[in-house]
């Protein structure tokens, strides 16, 4: 039964990275088994899913050492001129962190753009934590 549970958290997590990994289908299979507790796998899920996005976070606060290097993709003005947009309402899109191909790079993003770390948690767990609770009543709703 452990094992069902750290697999879950395993692919949450690497699902929130780059890695092409699915949690959702762990999710629905580990619910359709009966025997793991529903609040004990959308926390799980929850978590590993959140602390994989927050790599992402600390990724992107970190390539910024780069800046200023001949291949770094924008120079600062740019990237000025991008922090001052984000800033401006870019917040709210991490509530999308839960999309599928869009979700893993606007967490990535969001480190760039030095978005407070207390912030990103809130809207990211609120968002990840929704869509399996959502995954989860529609699951159950067919059994």
Same mark, same amino acid.
């Given at each position: 039964?452990?094992? +069902?549970?750290?697999?879950? /958290?395993?692919?949450?997590?690497?699902?929130?990275?780059?890695?092409?990994?699915?949690?959702?289908?762990?999710?629905?299979?580990?619910?359709? @088994?009966?025997?793991? @507790?529903? &609040? %004990?796998?959308?926390?799980?899920?929850?978590? +590993?899913?959140? %602390? +994989? @996005?927050?790599?992402?976070? &600390? $990724?992107?606060? &970190?390539?910024?050492? /780069?800046?200023?290097? =001949? &291949? /770094?993709?924008?120079?600062?003005?740019? %990237?000025?001129?991008? =922090?001052?947009?984000?800033?401006?309402?870019?917040?709210?899109? %991490?509530?999308? @962190?839960?999309?599928?191909?869009?979700?893993?790079?606007?967490?990535?993003?969001?480190?760039?753009?030095?978005?407070?770390?207390?912030? /990103?948690?809130?809207?990211?767990?609120?968002?990840?934590?929704?869509?399996?609770?959502? $995954?989860?009543?529609?699951?159950?709703?067919?059994?």
């Amino acid at each position: 039964m452990i094992a +069902g549970y750290l697999g879950l /958290f395993f692919a949450a997590f690497g699902a929130a990275t780059l890695l092409p990994l699915q949690s959702e289908a762990v999710l629905v299979g580990l619910l359709l @088994s009966g025997h793991y @507790s529903l &609040w %004990l796998l959308l926390g799980i899920a929850t978590l +590993g899913n959140v %602390l +994989g @996005s927050v790599v992402n976070w &600390w $990724l992107g606060r &970190w390539v910024e050492h /780069f800046k200023g290097r =001949r &291949w /770094f993709p924008v120079n600062d003005q740019q %990237l000025d001129k991008a =922090r001052n947009h984000y800033q401006r309402w870019g917040h709210w899109t %991490l509530l999308l @962190s839960w999309v599928p191909v869009i979700g893993d790079p606007l967490t990535l993003v969001a480190g760039v753009m030095r978005e407070p770390l207390w912030r /990103f948690l809130l809207l990211v767990t609120l968002a990840k934590g929704l869509r399996y609770g959502v $995954l989860a009543a529609v699951t159950l709703q067919w059994v």
